[in-house]
């Protein structure tokens, strides 16, 4: 199913479980593209082709220290153990993505560059994320007061109306809420969950989503992780670039939404007012709301812009 080049990816990437427990520490994005980079560089060319180096021809290849040659051997040759996972993950609904597979996100490449995610854990129907969608942004713990559950109404029902996906965290509070609204009024819902994918996945709304080819469910992270703030944080940057726009409800101003707003991952980002802590993302450049509709929902969707910047990054040239 996967090239040597994305098998290699996934080698490099990976977590085989959930705990991290591993011979070798998986490499982080940045990490991941140096080495891409240097591989580039040399008489390799292609990221597959290191798959039949050994130690020796690693660090002459991509220059690098013998301790480092021997970590990138070690995760390169997990090769069974990758096996036996990506066939138990299928088996429960979940495959993997990496950045050379041609079903691969495009937004994740436009607004994230060479901090787009190398490889992916994916569950539901793949096309769901080539339309446009937006996201509903909340932490759990937060009380989802009547008003709130009005202008989600509305955002729902909007997103249905004009064909928008609505993209969620899968935590329990506005995302849950959001969720349960798709279901019910017949949207479309992508859930990017920091942890806990196959639990997600078997719970109600998400279970009978996808069952009905309604949903598209996303994470970083291996499938069986717990839930963390540090994952969080990290997925929220894929829910913020996957989101032609997203309304903030309520923030613990640790979540990455003021980086959001920075790095320019979404062009659109709305901040509800009667959350406190909201405020500093007003000042920040998001746009106030109190209350929307399915009609202030259609008013607003008029001037998103319908496609994403390019970039220049390192997958321009994969």
């Not at 078997?202 to 996303?218: H, V």
């Amino acid at each position: 199913m996967y090239s040597d080049d994305a098998f290699a990816t996934m080698l490099l990437t990976i977590a085989l479980s959930a705990d991290r427990a591993e011979y070798a520490r998986p490499l982080n994005t940045a990490e991941y593209c140096r080495v891409l980079a240097r591989v580039k560089a040399s008489a390799a060319g292609r990221l597959g082709a290191l798959l039949r180096a050994d130690i020796s021809a690693l660090m002459m290849l991509l220059g690098v220290s013998e301790e480092e040659a021997y970590r990138l051997y070690t995760l390169l040759h997990r090769g069974v153990q990758l096996t036996y996972a990506l066939e138990g993950f299928m088996q429960k609904g979940v495959r993997v993505i990496t950045c050379f597979d041609e079903d691969y996100p495009p937004h994740f490449r436009a607004r994230m560059g060479n901090a787009a995610p190398p490889a992916l854990f994916f569950a539901g129907e793949r096309a769901l994320l080539n339309r446009p969608a937006v996201a509903v942004v909340g932490v759990s713990g937060v009380k989802t007061t009547p008003e709130v559950r009005e202008s989600i109404e509305g955002i729902v029902q909007g997103a249905k109306d004009l064909g928008y996906g609505v993209i969620t965290g899968g935590e329990l509070g506005v995302s849950r809420v959001a969720a349960g609204l798709v279901a019910e009024r017949g949207g479309v819902l992508i859930d990017v969950p920091a942890g806990g994918l196959l639990a997600h996945i078997e719970d109600n709304p998400a279970r009978e989503l996808l069952a009905d080819g309604r949903a598209a469910m996303l994470s970083l992270e291996h499938p069986e992780a717990l839930f963390t703030v540090p994952h969080a944080i990290a997925r929220n940057k894929l829910v913020f670039s996957l989101a032609q726009a997203a309304f903030v409800f309520n923030t613990d101003g640790k979540r990455g939404e003021t980086d959001a707003l920075k790095r320019g991952l979404c062009d659109w980002v709305y901040a509800y007012t009667g959350f406190a802590a909201n405020h500093a993302l007003v000042s920040r450049g998001a746009q106030p709301f109190r209350r929307i509709d399915a009609e202030e929902f259609h008013r607003l969707s008029a001037r998103w812009k319908t496609s994403f910047s390019e970039q220049m990054s390192m997958f321009d040239m994969l």
